[in-house]
């Protein structure tokens, strides 16, 4: 009996993309936290604030190694293992790949001067400003790999004749209708999971050591960020879904479990399907998804019956869009707990519980980015290149597929121990009060943050 080569395939996909996203996420959203920072330590000549940026710089080089591993990685399995899809879309697709790596390389350079030219500029002003290409090249990269998933969803900038694609216009392609719903989506999920990871950390260093005014100003900082792109993530979250409503209402319907078309369609959230497709144990709220969809309670929202059986998408994405959602606003609802601690006098925003929640944070922000993409590809499915191309058109047909998914397995679990265990390394023998006490009493004062703000 031969091997499934198409589930293997995207068993290896799916792998590498879960485990990518991690470090994708962390280069895109981190390096806009250290340029806050250093922005606040300059303004409010606060080394603490100054400090943040250095340690945070430190730890998102260890990350870039890693995503830039398994990037290339991604970059390798296109050929390897969906061959039949570059065939076809390679020609459209090749100028956003290479403008992500362009992106990349515009980031590294900018990163690699901004970390060596720490205390050599006399205005401190002008080395933060190094950090507008680091976050610029970061975002940019996000961008235009986001720029592929739209045409995926969306294909457009292209003439079909013969089984190909001609008359190609690249630009086009990359602007499809689904880029800016989804560029707003990524971007505002990866800066909110950037700033999650940072608090958490921030709040788990308290709850370890207590008193520390250098986690505090990061925890109050950090919330404040997680605050704003909360609220920016669910309005993106909004666009997509009316993204959804009119150019893929299957993806939507399924989502929703919304089986028959109807007017002031409700809103269902978890519960289980019967045999017969009959919802059970969920909660509906009245024609919330006909808001949702199209800004109207009374909009008329087309049902997943509408469509081919084989063209729906797997009815356990209802599963990962309510447990994506609920993330997105469980760190809203957090953000908000925590400045109405701060302004109310009578609580203590660095209570136990609040810490643990803010902790707890950073882990669950990084699951809602895994059920987001996961949601967009399964969601997809059963296309690869939407009305197209199907999964299985696209697949590899070589048995190796299955050799390669246990070596890109035991490389991600080794890449993932060791960055670990550098972090830790970096972190722990070296912590924050103690590097902030050694700046301090550095002689003459030149290389200290003081120092710098002296100048």
């Known amino acids: 009996m031969g091997i499934d080569t198409v589930l293997w395939s995207r068993l290896v996909t799916g792998l590498t993309l879960g485990f990518h996203v991690i470090f994708a996420t962390i280069g895109v959203g981190v390096p806009l936290m250290i340029a806050i920072a250093e922005f606040m330590g300059i303004r409010k000549k606060d080394p603490h604030y100054t400090l943040m940026a250095k340690r945070w710089a430190r730890g998102f080089v260890i990350s870039v190694a890693v995503g830039v591993v398994t990037g290339t990685a991604i970059s ?19 100028l956003p790949l290479f403008m992500e790596v362009f992106a990349f390389f515009f980031e590294a350079i900018f990163l690699g001067i ?22 610029a090249g970061a975002g940019m990269s996000a961008v235009f790999i986001t720029t592929v998933n739209g045409f995926m969803n969306q294909p457009e900038g292209f003439a ?22 989804k560029v707003f989506h990524v971007l505002s999920s990866a800066y909110l999971t950037g700033a999650a990871l940072l608090a958490g950390i921030a709040a788990f260093a308290l709850l370890r050591k207590g008193v520390s005014e250098y986690h505090k100003k990061a925890l109050k900082l950090m919330m404040a960020v997680v605050m704003v792109f909360g609220l920016l993530n669910a309005l993106a979250g909004d666009t997509s879904a009316k993204f959804l409503a009119e150019h893929q209402p299957e993806k939507l319907a399924a989502a929703e479990w919304h089986f028959e078309t109807e007017s002031g369609a409700d809103l269902i959230l978890m519960g289980w399907l019967n045999a017969e497709h009959e919802v059970l144990g969920a909660l509906h709220i009245p024609k919330f998804l006909s808001f949702l969809a199209f800004g109207d309670f009374n909009a008329e929202v087309t049902g997943l019956n509408e469509f081919p059986a084989d063209e729906q998408p ?12 609920g993330v997105g606003f469980a760190l809203l609802g957090i953000s908000f707990l925590y400045f109405l601690f701060v302004f109310w006098k009578k609580r203590n925003e660095h209570n136990k519980w609040l810490l643990r929640a803010i902790a707890l944070g950073a882990p669950l922000a990084f699951l809602g980015v895994e059920l987001g993409w996961f949601y967009a590809e399964i969601g997809r499915q059963p296309w690869i290149l939407r009305g197209y191309m199907r999964v299985e058109e696209g697949a590899t047909t070589s048995p190796s597929v ?5 070596v890109f397995l035991l490389l991600y679990i080794l890449l993932g121990t060791v960055c670990v265990l550098v972090l830790r390394r970096m972190f722990k023998d070296n912590p924050a009060e103690t590097e902030m006490e050694k700046w301090n009493q550095h002689p003459g004062g030149k290389s200290t943050v003081k120092g710098e703000h002296a100048k």
């Open 402 to 406: 299955r050799i390669l998914f246990f």
């Open 314 to 325: 797997p009815l356990l994405v209802h599963y990962l869009f309510d447990l994506m959602v």
């Open 160 to 181: 079909m004749a013969g089984g190909q694609f001609t008359a190609v216009n690249p630009v086009e392609a990359m602007l499809n209708t689904a880029t800016f719903s």
């Open 114 to 135: 901004y970390l060596y030219t720490w205390d050599r500029f006399k205005k401190p002003y002008i080395h933060w400003l190094l950090t507008i290409p680091i976050v």
């Open 76 to 94: 390798l399995q296109l050929a390897l293992i969906w061959p039949n899809f570059m065939k076809l879309a390679g020609n459209v697709i090749a």
